[in-house]
């Protein structure tokens, strides 16, 4: 049987209607992101889907005069109000909301109404049948949990959508972010054979090694670690094994100097060891020429370029500048532990890295920020680059610590133009991307504007809401203001890849989660 909620009052639209309904005592009837239904004003047997935006509590009587009237009396602890005769049953208290009506689906189709809704109108609560039905999935889709208020409704993601037109998962710390961008790894690898690729800052997806459940054996046998040779990769690696019971076997990653582009290169440099202007334009006349001959040989080292700049840079600038250029690139080529320096050492296959049924999580802890961001520029500037060739499957490249990598404004990385023509264009040669974020006000406007699904945990500073509410053609105001309370596990989805903006209840992990925050008494122990 339908349980109706409210009633229709005042001016309304086929879009935006208002409600009134009556609060019991010990619990509301309806609540702030509920669904709904009405019934079409014109086609009677027609129901619509609703979703309540707005909700306030009103009491008529309870006016400023009545509350100061009451103030005295109420200070005695054990005086109820209706001790003294006021009986909220009888004296016009009301809950006003508003609802945004969502349509119907119909035949893959969702189909609006067209005529405004009459005063007087019955809401009734949306009964799981009926979302089940205008929920339904489509083939191209993964569940990552429940609705938050209908736990026996499945929440699905159509991931042609999330892939393909990107999306990004926003939260403040501690709210969640790796733990969902993990439950959306572990659903399209079990249900795809679609490569993903990961760029870890902090070693928290080489967990999705360690399986849980069945769910989590067939994700985790997809898994292969890439990681660099550094100070701390050992560590790592000992407290990986320690903590999870399993050896992360992790292929070392090589790249060539000579794969740096211009633009990267130039960064680097002016970054670490403060470049001049007449040792850029020698490095800008010379790269071209260093990047076509390690194409023609395979392999230069660091005498190798040194022999192009000084046959290619005279005349360009003063000798004393392309001495020091070359004194500059030896020290970063000396550096950078993946910058390839040996025959033995092999380099990184990216046809390796983006491999139909694999996961590979490139794990950049223990590198410098700037070595980061050169690392995830050279590979997924090869990434797209091999794609649009046709060398490569379509892949799905994650971001973590995104704002690290494409920040906003004009603060230049040697990985923000590689991300934003992957923002850019990646749609036409399906490389997907997901940026993930503390801070999406730190994030590059454009980049965060191409992500068309956004998932959003907890945010609660006003300048990252502010800026999440600019940026997003779907998250209203009323929306941010319930993100800000959150609890964990919950999120709210927005854009094409959810047939309306749900609240969901992200389920549990197949495999470990490694993003959990230490305990500060089992740390201290340690010493």
Known sequence: MEKMIGVIF?????????????????????WRGQFVMLYDPIQKDKRYLGRVLKLERRNLLMDETMASQL????????????????????????????????????????EHPKYPFAPGTRIY?????????????SEESISIGTLRDETDVQAYLDYQELVSKHFSVLAMTGGGKSYTVGVIIESLAKDTKLPIVIFDPHSEYSSLLRAKND????????????????????????RFKDRFGVNRAATDIYIQLA????YQITHLLKILYDLSDPQRRVLEAVWEEVREERKRSGYLTIEDIKEIIDREGAGVAKEIAVRMLKTKLELLYKSVLFFKKDVSQPEIEIADLVKINRISVVDLAG?????????????????????????????????????RFVPIGSIATASK????????EGRKFLIGMALVSQRPSALDD?????????????????????????VSEWVTSEDLEEVRALPPGEAYIFGPSVRVSLPVKIRERWTEHGGMTPKIKEELEKF
């Open 71 to 110: 103030l005295n009396l109420l200070r005695d602890p054990d005086l109820a109000l209706e001790d003294i005769g006021f009986r909220r049953d009888i004296v016009g208290e009301v809950l006003i909301g508003e609802v945004e009506i969502m349509g119907v689906r119909k035949n893959g189709i969702i």
């Open 259 to 262: 794969d740096l582009e211009s």
């Open 417 to 424: 133009p590689t991300i934003l023509k992957i923002a850019q």
């Open 367 to 403: 590198l410098s920020l700037p070595h980061q961001q050169a690392l995830i520029a050279v590979l997924s500037s090869q990434i797209l680059e091999k794609r649009m060739e046709g060398g490569l499957p379509p892949a799905f490249l994650v971001f973590e610590e995104a704002h």
């Open 446 to 470: 454009d980049a965060l504007s191409q992500c068309n699904t956004q998932i959003i945990l907890r945010l609660t500073n006003p300048v990252d809401q502010s800026y999440v509410r600019k």
């Open 125 to 137: 609560k949306a009964d799981v049948d009926f979302l089940r039905e205008q929920l339904k999935p």
């Open 10 to 30: 005042g001016v309304t639209s086929p879009h935006i209607v208002q409600f009134a309904a009556a609060p019991t005592d010990k619990m509301m009837n309806v």
């Open 215 to 238: 769910n989590g054996k067939v994700v985790s046998q997809k898994v292969k670690i890439f990681t660099t040779k550094n100070s701390s990769s050992e560590k790592i690696n000992e």
